[in-house]
């Protein structure tokens, strides 16, 4: 269950060399090039989903339960003082490897890394809204 095109497939394979933090049957714990700070991880399973909703329920928390495993030997080795755990999914929500992974970003007080948002309102129609329509689907 790989993609002959994908980077990510052969990293997770080991074809393209990795610095690999940690390996295992299904997944492959690599740093990424272009780290947001010392220390950013990336989960990737080793068969390809593109994104979450692709992915076995199963496997989707097998990784986040390597993700936890990870943010504490992350904590324990590099000292952070917090850590962010992102996922994104499809083209509008920043992902730019479509093979499903799961950043760990070690942060640090006063570090200045910008992963946010400026806060809107949750208005009452919208509210009303959204609980209907998800209590419907
Ligand atoms: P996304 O934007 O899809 O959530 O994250 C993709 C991440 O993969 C980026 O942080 C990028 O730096 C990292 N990345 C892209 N290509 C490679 C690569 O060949 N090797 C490693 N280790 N990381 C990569
Ligand atoms: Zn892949």
């Keep these: 269950m790989t993609d002959n095109n994908c980077i990510f497939c052969k990293i997770a394979a080991g074809e393209i060399p990795s ?6 049957e299904k997944f492959r714990v690599i740093l990424d090039v272009g ?9 990737l399973p080793k068969d390809h989903y593109a994104d979450i909703c692709e992915m076995p329920e199963d496997l989707v928390g097998e990784a986040f339960k390597l ?6 030997k992350q904590q324990r080795v590099l000292g952070c003082d917090g850590i962010n755990v992102l ?10 490897v479509f093979h499903f992974h799961i950043h760990l970003i ?9 992963i946010g ?21």
């Design 87 to 96: 996922q994104n999914n499809h083209e509008a929500a920043g992902q730019t």
């Design 67 to 72: 993700a936890k495993k990870m943010a504490e």
């Design 117 to 137: 948002w400026k806060p809107g309102e949750l208005s009452e129609a919208d509210r009303d809204e959204l609980l209907t329509s998800f209590q419907e689907s």
């Design 35 to 43: 780290p947001a700070a010392k220390g950013h991880m990336l989960i």
């Design 106 to 114: 070690p942060r640090f007080k006063k570090d200045k890394i910008n």
């Design 19 to 24: 610095a690999t933090l940690f390996e295992d």
